[in-house]
């Protein structure tokens, strides 16, 4: 079939319908048959297969892992051996074999050319169709393209071309056929929801542990950023005069505000790829756009702690906040909460928003909001007016900066200066024992150290459900574009 008409006129759209993409578009009406035979909607994408004009593709893998985790995604019962088998013959009808293990590459670093790019595409297509590569269709003998021997070609032109006149003989020759092949619909035996996922984390983690320097970054940007901390700090003192509570104030403010913005920049640099690529083999049929996304929060939150855990280390015992083991337990919790909310904030709004910058600047504004509402740290939240105390329940920063603040300063003890110190200078020192300032600044913060601990840890769940409704209302509006 050849699809011909000027820029704007529809073909894209025609394609899309054709191949079930346009499932919630409430002006598509008409019929669709192959081989005489009438097709429902829902077996559209069962029997096309459709090759977009953008190739999305992971840049770190290599040519035959990108088509061996497509195949995995399309089949299920089917072993190792199969799938390698099945990987090679595609690459050796599309000539890929001799760049198998190449790697695909991007705009950044060299990888494969564009043809091969298109040829990969195209593979990947091929993979979902059931029928076995080697065989040969004996009622199709006349093929005019070796490479889509084993899927319905349709070919969008702007003008009369050689492709067009070609496919309106074999159009022609078709019609004297007295049986008519039957319709090659593609395997039904794909993998279940967990295989799904499990298979998206593994193409995941194999396409970024090729990145040598990304993991380096995602593992030491936390620390590198505590290395500015300590060096401006040096050590944290208990005399009222040099700064004792002021400086334990500053460090907990950077705490709880600067690990978001870490994640929030992990997000943006690595997830828009992975949704590009789940928005195209969504359409496929291949999986659902949330099952990449929880792929994904499953890959980053390893590298999470562990970033976390280096700089928590270092900054604790460094700067010396109270030498305690469980307390630095706590302090890294408290830590790792707001590095994780910040990314997983950020793929809620990757969802429905499409351009990163966007989504990077709106992240900037609400953690700079929450940490301006929640901390209590600049002004306390006592002293709010009504509204914006009412807004600070709704922010992760208020129970973070609590928890900071009982875990370092109960039980601490403060000096004022020497014993030859002056009334005057003496009367200033308005603290002796950590505890009053905890009590003035988060009057019964105490007595909620538990349930500031379960608030805080409830936005980790609530905001993957967030995230995943986001992607199902990403799903909408696709469909609608």
Excluded at 178 to 198: N, R, V
Excluded at 392 to 410: G, R
Excluded at 416 to 422: D, E, K, Q, R, T
Aim: aromatic letters at 12%.
């Amino acid at each position: 079939m050849g699809i011909l008409g000027n820029s704007g006129s529809g073909k894209t759209t025609l394609l899309d319908a054709v191949s079930g993409r346009l499932e919630h578009k409430d002006n598509f009406f008409g019929e669709v048959y192959v081989n005489g035979c009438q097709l429902k909607k829902e077996q559209f994408k069962d029997c096309f297969s459709y090759v977009p004009q953008n190739d999305t593709l992971l840049s770190f893998l290599t040519i035959q892992e990108s088509l061996t985790y497509t195949a995995l995604l399309a089949r299920q019962k089917c072993s190792s051996n199969f799938i390698k088998k099945k990987v090679d013959a595609v690459m050796a009808e599309l000539s890929l074999s001799h760049i198998a293990d190449k790697i695909i590459g991007s705009r950044i670093f060299v990888g494969i050319s564009g043809g091969e790019r298109r040829r990969v595409s195209i593979a990947a297509q091929l993979l979902q169709d059931p029928m076995d590569l080697t065989s040969v269709d004996t009622r199709c003998k006349e093929r005019e393209l070796e490479t889509y021997s084993r899927v319905q070609i349709i070919v969008s032109a702007y003008k009369n071309s050689e492709i067009f006149s070609k496919v309106l003989a074999a159009i022609e020759r078709t019609k004297c056929m007295k049986e008519l092949p039957p319709i090659p619909f593609k395997s039904k035996d794909s993998p279940t929801a967990f295989s799904k996922l499990w298979i998206l984390l593994r193409r995941i983690t194999r396409n970024f542990s090729k990145d040598k320097m990304g993991i380096i970054m995602r593992l030491f940007q936390n620390l590198l950023y505590g290395l500015f901390v300590a060096f401006f700090l040096l050590r944290l003192r208990n005399d009222l005069l040099k700064g004792a509570v002021q400086d334990r104030v500053g460090l907990i403010y950077q705490c709880v505000s600067a690990p978001p913005y870490t994640g929030m920049l992990n997000a943006v640099a690595l997830f828009p790829p992975l949704r590009a690529i789940s928005d195209q083999e969504s359409k496929d049929g291949l999986y659902q756009k949330w099952q990449m996304l929880v792929a994904y929060i499953l890959h980053f939150l390893p590298f999470s702690i562990i970033s976390v855990a280096i700089f928590s280390a270092f900054i604790y015992w460094t700067v010396g906040l109270y030498p305690d083991a469980s307390r630095f337990g706590c302090f890294f919790a408290v830590v790792l909460a707001c590095h994780t909310v910040g990314e997983l904030l950020t793929l809620v709004l990757l969802g429905v928003v499409q351009n990163p910058n966007i989504v990077q600047s709106g992240v900037v504004l609400l953690n700079s909001a929450g940490v301006i509402v929640g901390t209590g740290l600049l002004r306390t939240i006592e002293e709010m007016p009504t509204p914006f105390k009412v807004l600070s329940y709704l922010t992760f920063q208020k129970y973070s900066s609590e928890i900071l603040v009982v875990n370092e300063f109960y039980g601490l003890n403060f000096t004022c200066g020497g014993p030859n110190i002056s009334t005057a200078v003496s009367s200033a020192c308005v603290f002796s024992h950590g505890v009053q300032f905890i009590e003035k600044t988060f009057p019964g913060a105490m007595s909620r150290f538990t349930m500031d601990f379960l608030l805080l840890y409830a936005f980790l769940p609530g905001l993957v459900i967030i995230a995943i409704v986001s992607f199902k209302i990403r799903d909408i509006i696709i469909s609608r574009q």
